[in-house]
């Protein structure tokens, strides 16, 4: 089936829950978007609160209560996750993240040994439903003699997180604690390798789609040979739009809500830094213009700033207000806001969930 290219980015908010029913809880929230970027923490609590129509205090509960999870599942970034996924997420992708790892950890002068011994002195710190933030767990490993200065303590958090040994679990003070894996993630759903490679491609389109193929490898990490498999079991599960010479896949019921919802794509909505609407896809022209895009990722530095999406299109940059009152402010890319991005505002900003 053809269809004009500006209706990709519409039917996108669709499949991500930003625009038609939300999911009914931040745990649904994620559980449907699979991964979403989590090192701005903040940013993802707003993007999960949009997506279930909540407040960023009852994701943060449900971070607390052992729901949400955040780890390195994929491309080396932290990511929220539903608890029970996230074993079988790691299983697919340690390996590639470790050898991509390789080369710094020599620069750091990380061995194998300090990562047994840091896994040592981590589980008998925390065995027994102990939880450290990063600056204590970075203590203690300075006082058994694991050098943690420049990068080496992060890269040991994550070397020890891709083992499945700790976690990142509930808030300690401001700051997320780290936990043993084992203990707060009792129950990890079990897959082979290829249900695993199966579901997270078919989750990735229904929540994502209308996405490539391309998009889907680029946001996972996976490579070709570990989709081949599987794909036309994947492929009989979806739906699929043709856009020139380029296909893309989706969940057939986001096709089917086109129709009511289509006129709904079009209202004004503000997004959070990070956000998976931009940084869910490898390539994102559908909703940034590549003419503005240095203008959302500065430098090409790979922060994202929040942005006002306007009838599917990323128009502008925006601020919270001062301590929380006023209306947000905006900086357009190029040309000046429509009337109707203009008027719906002050609205935006009421519903917003700031963090």
């Given at each position: 089936?053809?269809?004009?290219r500006?209706?990709?980015a519409?039917?996108?908010l669709?499949a991500?829950?930003?625009?038609?029913?939300?999911?009914?809880?931040?745990?649904?929230a994620?559980?449907?978007?699979?991964?979403?970027?989590?090192?701005?923490?903040?940013?993802?609590?707003?993007?999960?609160?949009?997506?279930?129509g909540?407040?960023?205090a009852?994701?943060?509960?449900?971070?607390?209560?052992?729901?949400?999870?955040?780890?390195?599942?994929?491309?080396?970034t932290?990511?929220?996750?539903?608890?029970?996924?996230?074993?079988w997420?790691?299983s697919?992708?340690?390996?590639?993240?470790l050898?991509a790892?390789?080369r710094?950890?020599?620069?750091?002068?990380?061995?194998?040994?300090?990562?047994?011994r840091?896994?040592?002195?981590t589980v008998?710190?925390?065995?027994?439903?102990?939880?450290l933030d990063?600056?204590?767990?970075?203590?203690?490993?300075?006082?058994?003699?694991?050098?943690?200065e420049?990068?080496?303590?992060?890269?040991l958090?994550?070397?020890?997180?891709?083992?499945?040994?700790?976690?990142?679990?509930?808030m300690?003070?401001?700051?997320?604690?780290?936990?043993l894996?084992?203990?707060?993630?009792?129950?990890?759903?079990?897959?082979?390798?290829?249900?695993?490679?199966?579901?997270?491609?078919?989750?990735?389109?229904?929540?994502?789609?209308?996405a490539t193929?391309?998009?889907?490898?680029?946001?996972?990490?996976?490579?070709?040979?570990?989709?081949?498999?599987?794909?036309?079991?994947?492929?009989?599960e979806?739906?699929s739009?043709?856009?020139g010479?380029?296909?893309?896949?989706?969940d057939?019921?986001?096709l089917?809500?086109?129709?009511?919802?289509?006129?709904?794509?079009?209202?004004p909505?503000?997004?959070?830094?990070?956000?998976?609407?931009?940084l869910g896809?490898?390539?994102r022209?559908?909703?940034?213009?590549?003419?503005?895009?240095?203008?959302?990722?500065?430098?090409?530095?790979g922060?994202?700033?929040?942005?006002?999406?306007d009838?599917?299109?990323?128009?502008?940059?925006?601020q919270?207000?001062?301590?929380?009152?006023?209306?947000?402010?905006v900086?357009?890319l190029?040309?000046?806001?429509?009337a109707?991005?203009?008027?719906?505002l002050?609205?935006l900003?009421?519903?917003?969930?700031f963090?």
């Amino acid at each position: 089936m053809t269809t004009p290219r500006d209706h990709i980015a519409r039917l996108r908010l669709i499949a991500q829950r930003l625009v038609g029913p939300a999911c009914p809880t931040p745990t649904d929230a994620v559980r449907w978007m699979t991964c979403s970027q989590a090192q701005d923490f903040a940013g993802a609590r707003c993007a999960v609160a949009l997506r279930s129509g909540t407040s960023v205090a009852e994701v943060e509960r449900a971070v607390n209560a052992g729901e949400l999870v955040r780890s390195w599942p994929m491309r080396g970034t932290l990511q929220l996750v539903a608890a029970e996924d996230l074993a079988w997420m790691l299983s697919l992708n340690r390996e590639p993240t470790l050898r991509a790892r390789k080369r710094r950890h020599a620069e750091l002068a990380i061995t194998p040994r300090d990562v047994a011994r840091a896994t040592e002195v981590t589980v008998a710190a925390l065995r027994g439903g102990g939880r450290l933030d990063r600056a204590g767990l970075f203590a203690l490993w300075q006082q058994h003699g694991i050098a943690t200065e420049g990068q080496r303590g992060i890269h040991l958090v994550q070397a020890l997180s891709l083992d499945g040994v700790i976690v990142l679990g509930p808030m300690v003070g401001k700051q997320h604690g780290f936990v043993l894996f084992d203990e707060w993630i009792p129950r990890s759903r079990k897959l082979t390798r290829d249900q695993s490679v199966a579901e997270w491609a078919v989750r990735y389109f229904r929540s994502h789609g209308p996405a490539t193929v391309a998009d889907f490898r680029w946001w996972s990490g996976l490579l070709q040979r570990n989709l081949s498999p599987v794909w036309e079991q994947v492929r009989g599960e979806l739906a699929s739009l043709d856009v020139g010479e380029t296909t893309y896949y989706l969940d057939p019921a986001t096709l089917a809500a086109w129709e009511s919802l289509g006129s709904a794509t079009l209202r004004p909505l503000l997004t959070p830094a990070f956000d998976e609407i931009l940084l869910g896809y490898a390539d994102r022209s559908p909703t940034l213009p590549p003419s503005v895009a240095d203008q959302v990722v500065p430098g090409r530095n790979g922060v994202f700033r929040p942005v006002l999406i306007d009838g599917g299109r990323a128009v502008a940059t925006w601020q919270k207000p001062a301590k929380g009152i006023g209306d947000v402010s905006v900086s357009p890319l190029g040309g000046r806001l429509t009337a109707r991005a203009t008027q719906a505002l002050p609205g935006l900003t009421r519903r917003y969930p700031f963090a």
